[in-house]
């Protein structure tokens, strides 16, 4: 069966480093990829789209790589500020519908 | 701009009432949209998704309904909801045609109803 993973444990790291979250998926073969944030008790915003054919997508601080070969993506917060503290969804599409991971707790400690 | 609001936004109920949670758009025509539920440890689990009014796909068994009786508007229902019922109920929507494998559906997300099933 199609299987999303990401980091279960939360993300601990210090403002002004680079933070890299994981998803790795099985069983799968995703048109495109995409990452959302998830503030406690709001509904995800979406942040970046990548397709199966890029390898690379950036946004301001935010950097998105997509591995089809090794099924992984990793979501890079360069610089991160405390603000940056949130749980962070990958999500997998294919035709009609997203699939989303678990999510992992990002906390930017100042 | 397009906007998206659900109500209530958190509701204590007993085990074998009813639900009803509502979802409008404003600021768009004709949008799919979707019910998930987010469970404590788990992830976002899709429920429906409706291309338009009147249809609605169902992605898992379960004793819920879904509805879309005008163009913006998608109601999750239950006749009597179980304690297995309790969690994270957020309603999204999209404008992306269905069945592109490759057209990607961004969502949008509304601010999410807290179910408590006692």
């Known amino acids: 069966s199609q299987k999303i993973e990401q980091n279960s444990e939360a993300l601990n790291i210090q403002e002004g480093k680079t933070a890299t979250l994981t998803c790795n998926y099985t069983n799968y073969s995703p048109a495109y990829l995409q990452w959302y944030r998830q503030d406690p008790g709001r509904g995800p915003v979406f942040l970046l789209l990548i397709r199966e054919n890029e390898k690379e997508k950036r946004k301001e601080r935010l950097k998105v790589t997509f591995d089809t070969t090794l099924k992984q993506s990793l979501f890079h917060i360069t610089a991160s500020q405390p603000a940056d503290s949130a749980t962070y969804l990958c999500a997998l599409g294919q035709y009609s519908t997203l699939t989303f991971g678990k999510g992992t707790m990002l906390l930017v400690s100042p | 701009s397009q906007t998206i609001h659900q109500w209530p936004a958190t509701l204590v109920q007993p085990v074998g009432s009813p639900l009803s949670l509502e979802c409008t758009v404003e600021?768009?025509?004709?949008?799919?949209l979707y019910w998930y539920r987010q469970a404590a440890g788990r992830g976002l689990q899709l429920l429906f998704y409706s291309v338009g009014i009147g249809q609605i796909s169902s992605e898992v068994p379960q004793n819920l309904s879904a509805s879309r009786p005008q163009d913006r508007q998608f109601i999750l229902s239950s006749k009597k909801l179980l304690l297995s019922d309790s969690g994270f109920y957020l309603c999204?929507?999209?404008?992306?045609?269905?069945?592109?494998?490759?057209?990607?559906?961004?969502?949008?997300f509304g601010a999410g109803s807290r179910l408590t099933v006692l």
């Open positions: 600021g768009t025509s004709n949008p799919n």
């Open positions: 999204a929507w999209d404008e992306r045609g269905l069945g592109s494998r490759s057209g990607a559906n961004v969502l949008t």
